[in-house]
């Protein structure tokens, strides 16, 4: 089955740096990644999501890079800000709905005001 | 976007007790629901996948008597946490796909805060 490997656990960027979270799949038959940001106590809710037809999303101040021969796939936020705190997951599936996603383990990201 | 509601939020029970706790997707049908599991400052870990008109699948050391999936309709599925205990404290947690769209973004339920005293 899928594993997705997602790297650093924890990051603390300053205000108006940019921060970059990292992850690896290992299923090469997955072909989307969405990244989910997440409060305590909350549910994870959809900040981007990319298909494996593409090789760049950007979104405003949140961009995700798809590489899939290398399998892996990356989030950067940029002119981060205090309210962008909180963790964040990448997750993996085959396109279709039958199909559960498999999560990262997490990045705590701090932005320091 | 879609809606998946899922109730409690909160509950806190007596060990020994059971509690049901259900995920209904609001404005679509869904065939299949998957339920999770996280723990403090851990990762959603998938628990089972709900299966409309068919038995759920469990995940690897997902007690399939301990955690009864029931997916009578398509727009429910239900978790009961049988004999709860202690250590069954969490944050169960589903979702949903709609069906049928080229879109297959996942829409999670509000979450569920199972306190086990």
């Known amino acids: 089955g899928e594993n997705v490997e997602q790297h650093p656990s924890t990051l603390s960027v300053q205000e108006g740096d940019s921060a970059v979270i990292k992850c690896t799949y290992s299923?090469?038959?997955?072909?989307?990644f969405p990244w989910y940001k997440q409060e305590l106590g909350k549910r994870p809710q959809l900040i981007i999501d990319?298909?494996?037809?593409?090789g760049e999303k950007r979104d405003q101040r949140i961009a995700v890079t798809l590489n899939k021969t290398a399998k892996h796939f990356s989030l950067h936020i940029t002119e981060t800000q205090p309210e962008d705190s909180a963790v964040y997951f990448c997750a993996a599936n085959r396109n279709s709905g039958n199909t559960p996603l498999v999560f990262g383990k997490g990045t705590r990201l701090s932005v320091i005001a | 976007g879609a809606v998946v509601s899922q109730h409690p939020s909160r509950v806190i029970c007596k060990s020994g007790t059971s509690v049901k706790i259900e995920c209904r997707s609001l404005d679509f049908q869904a065939t299949t629901m998957f339920w999770y599991r996280q723990f403090p400052k851990q990762s959603l870990m998938l628990m089972a996948t709900s299966n409309e008109g068919s038995k759920a699948t469990y995940e690897q050391g997902v007690e399939k008597d301990k955690f009864l999936i029931n997916h009578a309709s398509l727009t429910l599925s239900t978790l009961t946490v049988t004999s709860a205990h202690p250590e069954d404290s969490s944050f169960y947690i589903c979702s949903a796909s709609r069906q049928g769209a080229r879109n297959t973004e996942a829409f999670f339920g509000q979450g569920t805060r199972l306190t086990v005293v």
């Open positions: 299923d090469s038959a997955s072909n989307y």
């Open positions: 990319i298909r494996s037809n593409v």
